[in-house]
């Protein structure tokens, strides 16, 4: 059966970048650098230099400047709500795909949302925001790329809203799962049941009988510290309409007839 991720193919392996050597546009690992065009790609590349993505760490802290853009190349990037308590939740997620720091291209200055590295371990190409945004201002191509890509952050985050208010802990747990899984290479997710209960708003028991079922049916196979996906179509089925539109959006917005 082949395998029905939406963002499951790996880029190419990543070169090393290098002060004083140029990056090559066929070893960058991040599809939306990957579809520029030559010339525009060359407007960036001086100014992208190349980061590791430590699993747990955070990248940026909801309200502070956004002083630096990520393009990941591997791992994923999730986004999460801080409200004034300290609670945490989950609102959206990005890998290879995307980019970290859209609202910047959207007009805030700040991060909305806390960043922090999640499911795996990657790399990434950073760029200083007001380089881009000096690029971006002359260069209406490479905007056009990055608020459409903006436009389908905001279209899974509508979904995360609308699977928060229909379905059980077992279909969202289910929907999560399946983000993570479209954005890492192989089956296996770096994920905790204190992680998913706390991105969830949910108790940890909760999470925990989730992961049961979600095993019980075949769907995964859960160890410490992680879950390795067996059934994709068995998660797809129970996230129903919640997960598929935001991922048929980023296609329908940055297809190269887009």
């Known amino acids: 059966?082949?395998?029905?991720?939406?963002?499951?193919a790996a880029g190419p392996a990543a070169g090393t970048a290098r002060a004083g050597h140029r990056m090559d546009?066929?070893?960058?690992?991040?599809i939306l650098l990957q579809i520029l065009p030559t010339?525009?790609?060359?407007?960036?590349?001086?100014?992208?230099?190349?980061?590791?993505?430590e699993l747990g760490s955070i990248l940026a802290s909801a309200g502070e400047p956004i002083r630096r853009i990520c393009f990941p190349e591997a791992g994923v990037l999730g986004f999460a709500e801080v409200l004034n308590s300290g609670q945490r939740l989950a609102v959206a997620v990005s890998g290879r795909e995307g980019f970290a720091g859209w609202p910047l291209v959207m007009g805030n200055d700040r991060w909305p949302h806390e960043v922090i590295v999640r499911a795996e371990q990657g790399a990434a190409l950073s760029i200083d925001a007001a380089v881009l945004i000096d690029i971006i201002e002359r260069n209406a191509a490479i905007r056009t790329v990055l608020l459409r890509c903006a436009g389908s952050m905001v279209a899974q985050m509508a979904r995360t809203i609308v699977s928060n208010l229909i379905h059980p802990v077992e279909c969202r747990t289910a929907r999560w799962l399946l983000l993570y899984h479209d954005r890492i290479d192989g089956d296996e997710i770096s994920v905790t049941h204190e992680e998913l209960s706390v991105m969830l708003g949910v108790r940890r028991s909760s999470i925990t009988d989730a992961l049961h079922q979600l095993e019980g049916a075949g769907a995964t196979k859960g160890y410490r510290g992680r879950v390795v996906v067996r059934n994709r179509g068995y998660l797809e089925t129970l996230a129903g309409d919640t997960y598929g539109f935001?991922?048929?959006?980023?296609?329908?917005?940055?297809?190269?007839a887009a």
């Open 25 to 30: 546009q066929a070893t960058v690992g991040n």
């Open 39 to 53: 010339e525009d790609f060359a407007q960036l590349e001086p100014h992208l230099v190349r980061v590791p993505l």
């Open 1 to 8: 059966m082949g395998d029905s991720r939406q963002f499951f």
């Open 246 to 256: 935001a991922e048929s959006e980023y296609r329908r917005l940055l297809s190269p």
